[in-house]
């Protein structure tokens, strides 16, 4: 996205230290969780004016991980997804909620599952991963209701690792960066005018793009942000620490808006 107009995040859990993650060895720090998510709203809020963030909900652990819980279609269009996750699920209401008034909102029901860190955005077109938390019903439903604005969905097996974008994002709107150790068919991006980088750290997979050539790193990913300064790109470094502990990555705790007419 590379003209938002608002962002949407969300409070950390006071119960943030029960969220899922595959690995539960190392302990997670609610107060520093708690700083690393001020400098990444701080930032943003820096290049985008207009942020809201919602309150938090003690019951819901990983709500903090906003991106999960919709797809922004186009700026008067959202998909509130159903998470994969069934605890996650209760996540939804609160966006809905905000969103409802503002866009026009649909919504998708079991069996059909989907996570919004699964759909990256290429201009008009939605590439998205299935991963055993989106599923092709799911993608189906997306796809549905992307067609009629003008916007393809393809789809592609996520062959390991949480979410398609915990492995590959877009630095700029030319730009698009990979873990190569997850396997992914780079097929689905042909015809996109991407140039594709292999990232050297799983870190690095998952940055976050915003207007004027801006993109935030995540500090765990030195190598990708030079490779990225060497580009020209305007790279912020921002810790995250925490985040990468419960397995969420840059694009993970905002939603991004755009203004009309862009995409
Ligand atoms: C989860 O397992 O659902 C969370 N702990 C992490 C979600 C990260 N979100 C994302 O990659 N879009």
Request: glycine share 6%.
């Amino acid at each position: 996205m590379f003209q938002v107009d608002r962002i949407l995040t969300r409070k950390p859990s006071v119960s943030f230290q029960n969220c899922i993650r595959h690995d539960a060895s190392s302990p997670i720090d609610l107060d520093l969780m708690n700083h690393q998510h001020l400098a990444y709203v701080k930032c943003l809020s820096q290049i985008v004016s207009d942020h809201n963030q919602l309150d938090d909900d003690p019951a819901l652990p990983d709500c903090v991980f906003i991106e999960d819980t919709c797809v922004v279609l186009d700026h008067e269009t959202v998909l509130i997804t159903n998470p994969g996750a069934p605890s996650r699920r209760a996540e939804v209401q609160a966006v809905q909620e905000y969103l409802t008034g503002e866009l026009r909102v649909h919504t998708m029901v079991d069996p059909a599952t989907l996570d919004g860190g699964d759909v990256l955005r290429v201009g008009q077109t939605l590439i998205a991963g299935r991963s055993e938390r989106s599923n092709e019903a799911g993608i189906q439903l997306l796809r549905d209701l992307a067609k009629p604005l003008g916007i393809e969905t393809r789809s592609t097996p996520l062959p390991k690792g949480l979410h398609f974008k915990s492995a590959c994002s877009l630095a700029s709107p030319e730009v698009l960066l990979y873990d190569p150790s997850v396997g992914i068919d780079l097929s689905v991006f042909e015809g996109l005018s991407l140039d594709l980088i292999a990232v050297p750290e799983k870190d690095g997979a998952n940055v976050l793009a915003l207007p004027q050539q801006r993109v935030i790193v995540s500090q765990a990913a030195p190598r990708t942000a030079r490779i990225l300064e060497q580009r020209g790109l305007d790279v912020t470094i921002l810790n995250i620490s925490e985040m990468h502990k419960a397995d969420g990555a840059l694009t993970c705790p905002s939603v991004r808006l755009p203004a009309k007419g862009h995409w």
